[in-house]
C-alpha cells in the first residue's frame, strides 16, 4: 500500500484542507498522512470552506514531523519550501513534490472566505490532476523500478543524506555486511556501524563535505564479527541548485579477489615494482597491511633498489590514492632551498621571491608527501620537520601565518636510521615520528631470481621506447648478470640492459654486449657460476657436468633440481 505525506509548516487549516481534498482524491488502497514542521489552529474559515463541499475537517488530525518515519513514505507533497528543505532528493527517499501556495502562509484575521475558497479549488485541481492524471503512479512507478535496479546490482550500495541518515540499502549491502536493510534505514550510519561504514575514511566528520568522487581500499567489520575487505567508491549528490544533498556510495568485496591477488604475485608485478622472490613478498604483503592505515613510513634499502616505487605503492593502495603524490629529494637541495620548497614562501622572503609560492607540504595536502634521502637533513631542518609532523602546522618562509596541512609522510632513506640516531646524527624523536613501520627493501644480489624476470620487463620496455626489435638474452648473457654482485642494485641492471640495446646489432642480447665492468667483474670474481634453481638450460647443465667431471648425481645437486629431472632433459636435449 503506498503512503503519501502532505507536509505543512505552520498554517493548520492549509495542511488540513490538502489532506481531506487528497483522501477524496486517491486511488483506493493509498493511505494519506497529513503531518506538520510546527503546529498551528485550525481557522474557522477554513472548516466553513470544507464543509461547503461536504468535508467534514474539524476531527481531521494531524502529526508532527519527527514523529513520521519518512523512510516508511512513497510520496511527499511539500505545502511549503521551507518543510521540502528537510527531505533530500535521493535514491530510497520519497517522491517529492514541492506545492508553494502562499495564499495561505500565515494565519492572517483579514483572511476572507473568497480567499480560502480559492485556495481550496487550487488544492482540489492539483491532487484531482496528480492522481486520476497518472503522474503520481508513474513517478512512484519510476521510483521503484529504479530501486529494483539498484537491488540487483552485485556491489553493495548505501545512500545516505548529510546528516548520514540511511535512505536506502540494497541486498548486495545486507550480503556484505551482514545487516538487514530494516535495521539500517532511517538510523545514523555511525549508529548502525561502529565509527561508520567509512570508519576514518568518513566524509561527513566536518559540516560541509567538499568532494564530488573519491574512491578508496577499506575494512569493514560485518555483523557477526567478521573482518572484511572492500573497494569503495563515494559519489556526491546534489540537487538542482548544486547544494550537496548526500551520497550514493557502493562497495564490492574483494577479501577472496585479495588473497588471489596475492597468490598471482607470485608471477605478475604490483604497481610496477617486479619481483616474485620470498623477499618481495613479504614487501607486497605489508603494502597490503598498510591499506587502511595512514602512519608515518620509512623504507630503507641500498641505492636502486627502487624505494619510490615502494612509496608510491604504498600511496596508490591508500584512501589517497586520488590524491597528490610529491616527492622531495632532501640529499639534492641546500638548506635555504629545502625550507622554501618543503613549506614554501611569500613575496620577499629572501633575493628572487617575486610572489608568493606553496612549498610540497600544501601541494600534498590530503595526499601523500615522500621524502627521499631523509638521513641528509641538517639538524635544522630535522627540527621543523618534527615540528610539522607534530603539530600539522607550519609557516611558509617569511611569513608569520601558520598553514594546516593533511599529509601522510613517507620517507626514504639508504643509511642505517637507527644507527645515525645512536650516533646522535639525527634526532631520536624524528626518528620515531618517521620511522612507524619500517620498509626494508632487500638488495638485488639478495633476490637474484628476479633478475630474469627484472630482464625481461627491460627489454620489453626499451624495444617499445627505442624502437628496437631484440627479443630475448642468451643463456649465456643470463649467467654473467646472474653472477654479477649489482653493488648498483635495479638502476644498475637497467643502465646495462639500456647499454646492451645500444651494442647489440641483432635480436638477441650477447655477453659481448654487456658493459665491459659486469664482464671483467664475473670472469675476475666468479668460480661457480649462480645457476637459477630449477631453470636448466644447456649451457648451465653442460657446465655443471664438466665440472662434477661427468657424475650426473653431483651435478644434479649442483643445478638444484632432482636427478630424474636432469634425466629428462639431457634425453629432450640429446646431450647424453
Given at each position: ?378 639538524p635544522n631542518m630535522q627540527v621543523k620537520l618534527l615540528r610539522v609532523l607534530q603539530e600539522g602546522t607550519f609557516e611558509r618562509v617569511g611569513d608569520e601565518k601558520q598553514v594546516r596541512v593533511d599529509v601522510r609522510v613517507i620517507s626514504a632513506t639508504n643509511q642505517d636510521l637507527r644507527q645515525l640516531t645512536a650516533q646522535g646524527r639525527f634526532r631520536e624523536d624524528l626518528y620515531y615520528r618517521l620511522c ?73 642480447l650477447q655477453p659481448q654486449h654487456l658493459p665491459p665492468e659486469i664482464i671483467s667483474h664475473v670472469a675476475t670474481h666468479s668460480t661457480v657460476k649462480y645457476r637459477r634453481k630449477g631453470k636448466l638450460n644447456s649451457v648451465n647443465v653442460s657446465d655443471a657436468i ?31
Amino acid at each position: 500500500m503506498a503512503k503519501l505525506l502532505l507536509l505543512g509548516s505552520n498554517n493548520a487549516g492549509f495542511c488540513h484542507m490538502a489532506v481531506a481534498l487528497a483522501k477524496k482524491s486517491v486511488p483506493e488502497g493509498c493511505q494519506v498522512i497529513g503531518a506538520m514542521v510546527a503546529g498551528g489552529v485550525l481557522p474557522e474559515k477554513v472548516i466553513t470552506v470544507m464543509a461547503e463541499i461536504g468535508l467534514d475537517i474539524t476531527h481531521q488530525t494531524l502529526t508532527r514531523l519527527d514523529l513520521v518515519n519518512t523512510n516508511e513514505v512513497d510520496f511527499i507533497i511539500a505545502l511549503t519550501h521551507q518543510a521540502g528543505l528537510a527531505h533530500p532528493l535521493l535514491p530510497g527517499a520519497p517522491v517529492l513534490l514541492r506545492w508553494q501556495m502562499e495564499e495561505l502562509a500565515e494565519n492572517r484575521e483579514d483572511l476572507t472566505l473568497d480567499q480560502c475558497r480559492d485556495v481550496r479549488d487550487e488544492l482540489d485541481r492539483r491532487l484531482t490532476s496528480l492522481f486520476t492524471g497518472g503522474f503520481c503512479s508513474t513517478m512512484l512507478a519510476l521510483k521503484k523500478n529504479s530501486e529494483a535496479i539498484l537491488d540487483n546490482f552485485t556491489d553493495g550500495i548505501v545512500v545516505h543524506d548529510c546528516s548520514r541518515r540511511i535512505f536506502y540499502f540494497n541486498r548486495a549491502a545486507e550480503i556484505i555486511t551482514g545487516y538487514d536493510r530494516h535495521e539500517v534505514l532511517g538510523q545514523d550510519c555511525w549508529d548502525v556501524f561502529d565509527g561508520g561504514l567509512c570508519s576514518d575514511k568518513c566524509q561527513f566528520c566536518e559540516e560541509k563535505p567538499n568532494f564530488d568522487h573519491i574512491t578508496y581500499p577499506l575494512k569493514i567489520t560485518a555483523k557477526d564479527g567478521h573482518e572484511k575487505r572492500v573497494e569503495m567508491s563515494v559519489v556526491l549528490i546534489r540537487d538542482d541548485k548544486n547544494t550537496p544533498q548526500g551520497v550514493l556510495a557502493t562497495f564490492k568485496d574483494v577479501t577472496e579477489v585479495t588473497k588471489l591477488r596475492h597468490q598471482l604475485r607470485r608471477v605478475q608485478s604490483f604497481h610496477g615494482i617486479i619481483g616474485n622472490s620470498d623477499k618481495m613478498q613479504a614487501v607486497y604483503d605489508l603494502i597490503q597491511d598498510l591499506v587502511t592505515s595512514d602512519c608515518a613510513v620509512l623504507i630503507q634499502g641500498e641505492s636502486g633498489t627502487g624505494k619510490e616505487l615502494v612509496a608510491n605503492a604504498i600511496h596508490g593502495e591508500s584512501s589517497r590514492s586520488g590524491r597528490p603524490f610529491v616527492t622531495v629529494n632532501c640529499g639534492a637541495l641546500p638548506e635555504g632551498i629545502l625550507e622554501s620548497e618543503l613549506f614554501g614562501h611569500v613575496r620577499g622572503a629572501f633575493t628572487g621571491a617575486i610572489r608568493d609560492k606553496k612549498g610540497r607540504f600544501e601541494l600534498a595536502d590530503k595526499g601523500t608527501l615522500f621524502l627521499d634521502e631523509i638521513a641528509e637533513l641538517s639538524p635544522n631542518m630535522q627540527v621543523k620537520l618534527l615540528r610539522v609532523l607534530q603539530e600539522g602546522t607550519f609557516e611558509r618562509v617569511g611569513d608569520e601565518k601558520q598553514v594546516r596541512v593533511d599529509v601522510r609522510v613517507i620517507s626514504a632513506t639508504n643509511q642505517d636510521l637507527r644507527q645515525l640516531t645512536a650516533q646522535g646524527r639525527f634526532r631520536e624523536d624524528l626518528y620515531y615520528r618517521l620511522c612507524v613501520v619500517p620498509v626494508n627493501l632487500p638488495p638485488l644480489r639478495e633476490r637474484r631470481n628476479d633478475i630474469p624476470m627484472l630482464i625481461e620487463h627491460f627489454i620489453q620496455r626499451f624495444s617499445q621506447d627505442m624502437q628496437r626489435n631484440i627479443e630475448s638474452i642468451s643463456p649465456d648473457a643470463l649467467h654473467e648478470l646472474m653472477d654479477y654482485s649489482w653493488p648498483g642494485n635495479i638502476r644498475e641492471l637497467q643502465n646495462a640492459i639500456q647499454y646492451a640495446f645500444v651494442k647489440c646489432k641483432d635480436t638477441i642480447l650477447q655477453p659481448q654486449h654487456l658493459p665491459p665492468e659486469i664482464i671483467s667483474h664475473v670472469a675476475t670474481h666468479s668460480t661457480v657460476k649462480y645457476r637459477r634453481k630449477g631453470k636448466l638450460n644447456s649451457v648451465n647443465v653442460s657446465d655443471a657436468i664438466k665440472q662434477s667431471k661427468g657424475n650426473k648425481v653431483k651435478a644434479a645437486k649442483m643445478l638444484g633440481v632432482g636427478r630424474a629431472t636432469l634425466y629428462r632433459f639431457l634425453r629432450e636435449h640429446a646431450l647424453q
